[in-house]
């Protein structure tokens, strides 16, 4: 099956410093999703994009659509304590024989991010 | 804000009983998903359902589990035979059906299944 590479496996940071993350595919996505995760809750989506080479902001961050369509990367700018989480990338397959996308997602490792004050 | 609710939040069970995942996905969206996470791993995709049928599932998804709307709000998943490896959280989510997009999906907050 499809294998997503998210990197890197943990972040310690300082209050206020930028973070970058990445996730890179040996195959094609339609859709790269970014979620955020806190211990015992389900992901938060955090940005979505759809076309390659697509670069979206909310807020403090930023994510881009891989002009291959094989690799996402999300910064977030000017980092606060509740920054802390498990950030995930899913990519989204592209539309299958009879031209339906039913919306599987294939999730990365996950990216898990400390904050020092 | 519309969201996905899960009930209940966290179920034990004992191995080889019957366990019912209760989710009420976001009140116009047509697509409707289970995913799980064992602990410190990353979402697996289980099943996708879309016009009262399974339109996409995984290897996980085996003769043991099984889904159903069985009203206009609910969308449940149901493991028959429960084993230890069964434990994991499991995330329901939904998205809206918009021509060419957008496929965003939204996650309910999970149940905690232990399996003992």
């Known amino acids: 099956g499809q294998q997503l590479n998210q990197s890197p496996q943990s972040m310690f940071i300082q209050e206020g410093e930028d973070v970058s993350m990445n996730c890179t595919s040996s195959?094609?996505?339609?859709?790269w999703l970014w979620y955020k995760q806190d211990p015992g809750e389900g992901p938060v989506l955090l940005i979505a994009?759809?076309?390659?080479?697509e670069l979206t902001s909310n807020g403090r961050l930023t994510a881009q659509f891989g002009i291959t369509r094989k690799d996402s990367f999300l910064n977030i700018s000017a980092s606060i304590p509740s920054d802390v989480g498990i950030y995930f990338c899913?990519?989204?397959?592209?539309?299958?024989?009879?031209?339906?996308?039913?919306?599987?997602?294939?999730f990365g490792q996950g990216t898990i991010l400390t904050v020092h004050p | 804000e519309p969201e996905v609710t899960q009930t209940p939040s966290h179920q034990v069970t004992q191995m080889g009983q019957e366990v019912i995942l209760r989710c009420v996905p976001i009140?116009?969206?047509?697509?409707f998903y289970w995913y799980r996470q064992i602990l410190g791993q990353k979402v697996e995709f289980l099943v996708s359902?879309?016009?009262?049928?399974?339109?996409?599932k995984s290897e996980i998804f085996d003769d043991q589990f099984s889904v159903e709307r069985p009203d206009g709000s609910n969308f449940t998943l149901k493991i028959r035979s429960t084993k230890l490896e069964d434990s994991a959280m499991y995330f329901c989510?939904?998205?809206?059906?918009?021509?060419?997009?957008?496929?965003?999906?939204?996650f309910g907050p999970g149940t905690r299944l232990t399996v003992t």
């Open positions: 989510a939904s998205r809206r059906r918009l021509a060419g997009g957008p496929y965003e999906q939204y």
């Open positions: 195959s094609i996505f339609n859709t």
């Open positions: 994009l759809y076309k390659a080479g």
């Open positions: 899913a990519g989204q397959s592209l539309a299958n024989a009879g031209g339906t996308s039913y919306g599987k997602l294939t």
């Open positions: 009140s116009n969206h047509l697509y």
């Open positions: 359902f879309y016009n009262n049928e399974i339109s996409e």
